[in-house]
């Protein structure tokens, strides 16, 4: 493949890819919890250095680079904006601590807490997705009876108050997304110190995506796609006269 090609097929993939990101992140711009990702792109060693013909730093022809690749896509775990919404079984966490729950059989973290109560008195977010308490069991309640949360994350009824799990990650980098706001922890997990919890009843914390700013970087990535596209089409072209005039008879 000429080389000019290759770069510019490598370039649209990787293009590609991130528009894939960005379009995620912006369908999920309103969706509680929901943490933005990024897409990081990074340049390619030329081919022969990649299969091991040659060597980084040489300063010779195949230092020249062989384009760009998507190597990973990482979360952004800052905070999004906290969100009045009136309902009383809503949660919106300041500061550190995701709510722990529990779906098909595995305990997940999230930070979207739109939750209710069903008829059954269990609290449940997302998906069905059983809400736990410190004790790692089902938060549930007599739905009969008056409830109300308290700013420290623990439902009260008829004096007695069970405290919603707030826990963290040793590194935010243990946590592997397991849906659009669900987090797998791959390492333990520590209770927030109940100095440290802080937990708005009535509140969501909203999606840390910002629509403008994914549009804007998604038009750049569009674009980008488009001049890689044109590229590939240019060296088509060229090649294409090349071979005619190689076919063309004396």
Same mark, same amino acid.
């Given at each position: 493949? /000429? ?26 711009? #309103?969706? !509680?919890?929901? *943490? ?42 800052? #905070?999004?904006?906290? *969100? @009045? ?28 807490? =739109? ?29 009969? #009876? ?16 069970? =405290?919603?799990?707030?826990? *963290? ?7 592997? *997304? ?6 797998? /922890? ?7 110190? !109940? ?5 708005? !009843? ?31 089409? =240019? ?11 190689? @076919?063309? /008879?004396?």
């Amino acid at each position: 493949m /000429p080389y000019g090609l290759y770069i510019s097929a490598a370039g649209a993939h990787a293009q590609s890819q991130r528009v894939e990101v960005l379009s995620n992140n912006i369908a999920n711009a #309103q969706t !509680p919890g929901f *943490k933005r990702e990024l897409a990081v792109l990074q340049s390619r060693y030329a081919e022969a250095i990649s299969s091991g013909q040659d060597y980084p730093e040489t300063r010779g022809i195949n230092n020249v680079g062989g384009g760009v690749f998507m190597s990973e896509t990482l979360t952004d775990f800052q #905070q999004g904006v906290l *969100k @009045l919404t009136g309902i009383n079984s809503d949660l919106a966490i300041e500061g550190e601590g995701f709510f722990q729950v529990e779906k098909d059989g595995q305990r997940l973290l999230t930070r979207a807490g =739109n939750f209710q109560f069903n008829s059954e008195g269990r609290l449940v977010g997302s998906g069905n997705s059983a809400v736990l308490g410190e004790d790692g069991r089902p938060v549930v309640i007599d739905p009969t #009876q008056p409830w109300r949360f308290d700013e420290h994350g623990a439902v009260v009824q008829a004096g007695t108050a069970i =405290n919603v799990a707030l826990v *963290k990650p040793r590194s935010l980098g243990d946590l592997a *997304k397991a849906g659009d706001n669900l987090f797998l /922890p791959l390492g333990p997990t520590t209770p927030v110190d !109940p100095d440290a919890r802080r937990v708005h !009843p009535g509140y969501l914390e909203h999606s840390s995506a910002n629509p403008i700013l994914e549009m804007t970087q998604l038009i750049e990535a569009s674009r980008a796609y488009e001049a890689n596209v044109r590229m590939i089409q =240019n060296h088509d072209q060229s090649l294409g006269a090349l071979v005619s005039r190689l @076919l063309r /008879p004396a």
